[in-house]
């Protein structure tokens, strides 16, 4: 049934380390999610820019233009796109740093495939 609600939802993972970027492409993968992907902030927000997603799944720490930069250039163009952190640096009072920049909730890594699944079950 997963596979059913999720089969037409099309992410971008914006992700520069490559373990982790094959991680969450595997995940979606078996989920049903189609996907792309952006190895830095300024890519995210060129693919952004030319075509539509579900969701972005942004890490934070990245080349050229980190992933608080690249949410605030697609929040301007995009208002509803949910956009989640991927993060290793989930502290309490950084929520609000997110949030600020235009993210709609975070994933601590390393997470689990039910919680990503959770993730896009609520916000694509």
Known sequence: MLDKILINKHALI???DEASRLLVETMLSDIGCSFDVATNGQEAVDL????QFDIALMDIRMPLM???EAAKAIRAAHKDLP????TAHALPWIEERYRECG??????KPFDQQQLL???LRWA
Not at 48 to 51: C, S
């Open 66 to 68: 980190n992933g608080y």
């Open 103 to 108: 993210m709609n909730g975070y994933l601590a």
């Open 83 to 86: 956009i989640i952190a991927l």
């Open 14 to 16: 914006v992700e520069d």
């Open 48 to 51: 952004v820019r030319r075509q």
């Open 118 to 120: 959770e993730m896009l």
